[in-house]
């Protein structure tokens, strides 16, 4: 099926909406917002018992209900007292809840009611019509059904009925069914038949009648038959209850690549979509990845692109958050490529994670109709979407605190043993003073050199374990940093010289400004320890002139290695006096691992060490001015 078989919305008097298993709104289109009075954002996951209550009570639930515990489809007839109408309600069940239609049949109500036979006749002046003698012989027949069958009225009249279901290649057990409507109807034991047969047109094309079969007072015929083409609004009640059935499918994942694929070939399948595709917005590069796309796209295209900010329609609608439907795609300004087959195209955001696009190589391809259902995949999409991002978040939630806990209690050791022990330094150095109160001569031992020393570095572990317990696996948003300028400002206030580090080559990269300087800090302290004054420390790229992960190190030629920050949650970097300096290399490692970076430290060959960051996949050179 393509969507050019759907009818447009404005023209479908139906209305539409599905309940889950609950009973609770899952989805309503145009016509049943109208009909209920309620929009879809107010009444998607309401129980419907709960929202109309003195209507459902006396009109829906014997029908629903059924439908539901029996698994069978039902139909019925209700009044409408606020619309002062009445409508034709089917119910189809599934395993996910149920789809329900509304048709609005006040006319066929009030000619039935005034003059049941002639009106159907009139309501029906668009619609094939042939009526019957009692021996089923046809005795009239109008345009409408002769252009359906191809033949002239004149070929028709005289023949019996049988010559209808031939023409129209109705399957025999259909013709049957259609032949004892027309009996029960003659004889006076129905007062009219409805049935839905599928036939074929004259121009071999399958369709789907509705066959009316109503009585009628003539001098010679006694029935009259009135079929008319249902063919678009059977493919939309197919198209949309199949969608709902797609919702099942999305929520049942967890994977938002997964899920971007079941919407695009649900849209290929379901809707004819075949050249479409998925982008989701990429967070930390700023830019829509494509995630999915149909085998149409890939065979007309080779790929899909990743679009930028401000790159053509795609991006202009997703900033926008609405539908945006274009028609003619050579008398729209502002394309990504010029040069583009795609003639006609609908772009729909999926919320704030990304959009579906799909085109056509002809124009005037979608209509009202394409934007309703595509505005109802990628609604689902999103629901789905939203969903997986709270798995996830719950998933890392869980994790982080599991961390944390770990984190926690190493930070415990650290306060309970090595903040003691400098403490019990300080309290070492006054006891031993001999000093007292009284003695006015009397001068605070090393007071400048190691007790405020001591204080200092217990100050700054303090101020280490605040902030690994707080912020060091988390990041705020990120922006461009200059690896130069970081450098600069974490050197101005590590404990190395500023003279002690060069930068091999300029670059940028995105990052958490502030834990990044952070990491630079803490890494050139835990340099200074290892080696104390005289050290010589090299900032250099790595991967950006081969195939390895994209980064970069600090080389150090202390004699000392750094112990591996792995091998224990807390590891406090001591100097050659046993005096603690912080939470060292541990505290860089998370703060990389919080940036999704990699964090590795390689023995240079007794001559120094490297600590690298790898996985900086937003790094980039800077060439100098």
């Given at each position: 099926?393509?969507?050019?078989?759907?009818?447009?919305?404005?023209?479908?008097?139906?209305?539409?909406?599905?309940?889950?298993?609950?009973?609770?709104?899952?989805?309503?289109?145009?016509?049943?917002?109208?009909?209920?009075?309620?929009?879809?954002?107010?009444?998607?996951?309401?129980?419907?018992?709960?929202?109309?209550?003195?209507?459902?009570?006396?009109?829906?639930?014997?029908?629903?209900?059924?439908?539901?515990?029996?698994?069978?489809?039902?139909?019925?007839?209700?009044?409408?007292?606020?619309?002062?109408?009445?409508?034709?309600?089917?119910?189809?069940?599934s395993?996910?809840?149920l789809?329900?239609?509304?048709?609005?049949?006040?006319?066929?109500?009030?000619?039935?009611?005034?003059?049941?036979?002639?009106?159907?006749?009139?309501?029906?002046?668009?619609?094939?019509?042939?009526?019957?003698?009692?021996?089923?012989?046809?005795?009239?027949?109008?345009?409408?059904?002769?252009?359906?069958?191809?033949?002239?009225q004149?070929?028709?009249?005289?023949?019996?009925?049988?010559?209808?279901?031939?023409?129209?290649?109705?399957?025999?057990?259909?013709?049957?069914?259609?032949?004892?409507?027309?009996?029960?109807?003659?004889?006076?034991?129905?007062?009219?038949?409805?049935?839905?047969?599928?036939?074929?047109?004259?121009?071999g094309?399958?369709?789907?009648?509705?066959?009316?079969?109503?009585?009628?007072?003539?001098?010679?015929?006694?029935?009259?038959?009135?079929?008319?083409?249902?063919?678009?609004?059977?493919?939309?009640?197919?198209?949309?209850?199949?969608?709902?059935?797609?919702?099942?499918?999305?929520?049942?994942s967890?994977?938002?690549?997964?899920?971007?694929?079941?919407?695009?070939?649900?849209?290929?399948?379901?809707?004819?979509?075949?050249?479409?595709?998925?982008?989701?917005?990429?967070?930390?590069?700023?830019?829509?990845?494509?995630?999915?796309?149909?085998?149409?796209?890939?065979?007309?295209?080779?790929?899909?692109?990743?679009?930028?900010?401000?790159?053509?329609?795609?991006?202009?609608?997703?900033?926008?958050?609405?539908?945006?439907?274009?028609?003619?795609?050579?008398?729209?300004?502002?394309?990504?490529?010029?040069?583009?087959?795609?003639?006609?195209?609908?772009?729909?955001?999926?919320?704030?994670?990304?959009?579906?696009?799909?085109?056509?190589?002809?124009?005037?391809?979608?209509?009202?109709?394409?934007?309703?259902?595509?505005?109802?995949?990628?609604?689902?999409?999103?629901?789905?979407?939203?969903?997986?991002?709270?798995?996830?978040?719950?998933?890392?939630?869980?994790?982080?605190?599991?961390?944390?806990?770990?984190?926690?209690?190493?930070?415990?050791?650290?306060?309970?043993?090595?903040?003691?022990?400098?403490l019990?330094?300080?309290?070492?150095?006054?006891?031993?003073?001999?000093?007292?109160?009284?003695?006015?001569?009397?001068?605070?031992p090393?007071?400048?050199?190691?007790?405020?020393?001591?204080?200092?570095?217990?100050?700054?572990?303090?101020?280490?374990?605040q902030?690994?317990?707080?912020?060091?696996?988390?990041?705020?948003?990120r922006?461009r940093?200059?690896?130069?300028?970081?450098?600069?400002?974490?050197?101005?206030?590590?404990?190395?010289?500023?003279?002690?580090?060069?930068?091999?080559?300029?670059?940028?990269?995105?990052?958490?400004?502030?834990?990044?300087?952070?990491?630079?800090?803490?890494?050139?302290?835990?340099?200074?320890a290892r080696?104390?004054?005289?050290?010589?420390?090299?900032?250099?790229?790595?991967?950006?002139?081969d195939?390895?992960?994209?980064?970069?190190?600090?080389?150090?030629?202390?004699?000392?290695?750094?112990?591996?920050?792995?091998?224990?949650?807390?590891?406090?970097?001591?100097?050659?006096?046993?005096?603690?300096?912080g939470?060292?290399?541990?505290?860089?490692?998370?703060?990389?691992?919080?940036?999704?970076?990699?964090?590795?430290?390689?023995?240079?060959?007794?001559?120094?060490?490297?600590?690298?960051?790898?996985?900086?996949?937003?790094?980039?050179?800077?060439?100098?001015?």
């Amino acid at each position: 099926m393509t969507l050019d078989a759907v009818p447009v919305v404005d023209r479908v008097t139906d209305a539409f909406f599905a309940l889950d298993t609950d009973f609770r709104f899952t989805y309503l289109n145009d016509r049943a917002e109208d009909l209920l009075e309620r929009s879809r954002g107010r009444l998607i996951g309401r129980v419907m018992w709960d929202e109309f209550p003195q209507t459902v009570e006396t009109q829906f639930p014997d029908g629903f209900y059924r439908a539901m515990d029996e698994q069978v489809p039902v139909s019925f007839e209700i009044y409408h007292t606020p619309l002062e109408t009445w409508f034709e309600t089917r119910a189809y069940p599934s395993e996910s809840g149920l789809s329900v239609f509304m048709r609005d049949i006040t006319d066929r109500k009030r000619q039935e009611t005034s003059l049941a036979q002639h009106a159907a006749v009139v309501e029906a002046i668009y619609d094939g019509i042939f009526t019957l003698d009692r021996n089923r012989s046809i005795v009239t027949v109008n345009d409408a059904l002769a252009a359906y069958l191809g033949v002239d009225q004149d070929d028709l009249v005289g023949e019996h009925v049988e010559i209808v279901t031939q023409r129209a290649a109705i399957d025999d057990g259909d013709a049957v069914d259609l032949g004892r409507a027309i009996t029960d109807v003659d004889i006076g034991t129905a007062d009219n038949r409805t049935l839905e047969i599928p036939f074929t047109d004259a121009d071999g094309v399958d369709r789907m009648g509705e066959f009316r079969v109503v009585p009628i007072e003539d001098h010679t015929a006694t029935v009259a038959v009135v079929v008319r083409d249902v063919t678009d609004r059977h493919e939309y009640e197919r198209v949309a209850a199949s969608l709902h059935e797609v919702t099942r499918w999305l929520l049942e994942s967890d994977d938002p690549e997964e899920i971007c694929a079941i919407a695009v070939h649900a849209g290929s399948d379901l809707l004819g979509l075949t050249i479409s595709g998925i982008w989701l917005l990429d967070t930390e590069y700023g830019y829509l990845d494509p995630v999915a796309g149909t085998a149409g796209a890939y065979e007309e295209f080779g790929g899909l692109p990743r679009i930028h900010t401000g790159d053509g329609l795609v991006w202009e609608a997703f900033e926008a958050g609405d539908v945006k439907r274009y028609d003619d795609l050579e008398e729209v300004d502002g394309l990504y490529n010029p040069d583009t087959p795609i003639r006609s195209e609908v772009i729909a955001p999926i919320g704030t994670h990304g959009v579906l696009m799909t085109g056509s190589l002809d124009p005037h391809r979608f209509d009202e109709t394409d934007v309703e259902l595509v505005s109802t995949l990628v609604e689902n999409t999103r629901a789905a979407l939203d969903r997986a991002n709270r798995e996830r978040v719950l998933r890392n939630r869980t994790a982080e605190l599991e961390r944390q806990t770990e984190r926690l209690e190493g930070i415990a050791s650290v306060l309970s043993n090595d903040l003691q022990r400098q403490l019990e330094d300080v309290a070492a150095a006054v006891s031993e003073s001999g000093g007292d109160d009284g003695d006015a001569g009397w001068e605070f031992p090393l007071a400048e050199q190691s007790v405020e020393t001591t204080l200092e570095r217990a100050e700054g572990l303090v101020d280490d374990v605040q902030e690994f317990a707080r912020n060091a696996t988390s990041v705020r948003t990120r922006s461009r940093v200059h690896l130069e300028e970081a450098i600069e400002e974490a050197v101005g206030t590590s404990r190395l010289a500023d003279e002690a580090v060069t930068v091999d080559r300029a670059a940028t990269l995105r990052a958490d400004s502030e834990r990044f300087i952070n990491l630079l800090e803490t890494a050139f302290d835990d340099i200074a320890a290892r080696a104390g004054d005289d050290v010589t420390v090299c900032v250099e790229l790595i991967g950006v002139d081969d195939d390895r992960p994209r980064g970069f190190l600090l080389w150090d030629d202390a004699a000392e290695p750094p112990a591996d920050p792995h091998s224990r949650p807390i590891d406090p970097t001591t100097d050659d006096e046993g005096a603690i300096s912080g939470l060292g290399l541990t505290l860089v490692r998370a703060i990389a691992e919080a940036h999704d970076w990699s964090f590795v430290i390689v023995d240079d060959d007794g001559v120094g060490t490297r600590i690298e960051i790898r996985d900086v996949t937003t790094l980039e050179p800077v060439e100098n001015v």
